[in-house]
């Protein structure tokens, strides 16, 4: 069926080094994509979106990265701090009128290392 | 602070009682959100309400009533829960266009007894 699911439940990184978390969908009229940081006892905190119109997107140490033809999206998280420590939900919007609609992975969480 | 408050942090109540979850936002936004979050399980899509007006249900029990008096309020009203009813219940909140991003409050964690 159609889904959003992230290969890797756990992902443990250096501090310092670079993290890439990956994300896989089956939609592919899904035509906006959005990835979520979620630190304990809060709430999915956002990072980064890309339209399917983009195939790369860059913030403060993130990229998003978007493959179409093998419907794949990726974070990319640079200097990998403490402060990164969580868990990353991709999602994907199917929706079809005027409000989002989100459909979640289950998460990946990232562990940095000191 | 995200811009979505939510109340009560923490809830605990018994499977006959009657309690409401209270959502708001502070960024002018259109449209109001819950989604559920379990344990091990990808966020679920509750209910989405936008200007007001309720546009998705997500097969959603009866024992779950949302209620949105204006774009700013949401609540969740909860009635003759089961145990597995237990979870974090999130409020979002966004410009209710296809392409923008919901802004998550930091949740309700709801236990059924």
């Known amino acids: 069926g159609e889904s959003v699911g992230l290969h890797l439940p756990t992902l443990s990184v250096q501090e310092g080094d670079n993290s890439i978390i990956n994300c896989a969908y089956s939609n592919s009229a899904s035509d906006y994509f959005i990835w979520y940081k979620q630190e304990s006892g809060k709430g999915p905190q956002f990072i980064i979106d890309i339209r399917s119109n983009m195939d790369k997107r860059q913030g403060q140490r993130v990229t998003v990265l978007l493959n179409k033809t093998v419907k794949h999206l990726s974070l990319q998280i640079a200097a990998t701090q403490p402060g990164d420590s969580a868990v990353y939900f991709c999602?994907?919007?199917?929706?079809?009128?005027?409000?989002?609609?989100?459909?979640f992975g289950t998460g990946t969480r990232l562990q940095v290392t000191l | 602070e995200t811009g979505v408050t939510q109340t009560p942090r923490h809830l605990v109540m018994g499977m006959t009682n009657k309690k409401s979850l209270k959502c708001e936002q502070h960024l002018g936004h259109n449209a109001m959100y819950w989604y559920k979050q379990s344990a091990k399980k990808p966020l679920e899509l509750m209910f989405v309400?936008?200007?007001?007006?309720?546009?998705e249900n997500n097969s959603v029990p009866s024992r779950f009533s949302p209620e949105c008096p204006n774009s700013s309020h949401l609540f969740l009203h909860l009635h003759t829960l089961q145990p597995e009813d237990s979870a974090l219940y999130l409020c979002?909140?966004?410009?209710?266009?296809?392409?923008?991003?919901?802004?998550f409050g930091n949740g309700t964690r709801l236990t059924v007894t």
């Open positions: 999602a994907e919007n199917r929706g079809a009128g005027t409000a989002s609609k989100l459909t």
């Open positions: 309400y936008n200007f007001k007006e309720q546009t």
């Open positions: 979002a909140s966004s410009l209710g266009q296809i392409d923008s991003p919901l802004h």
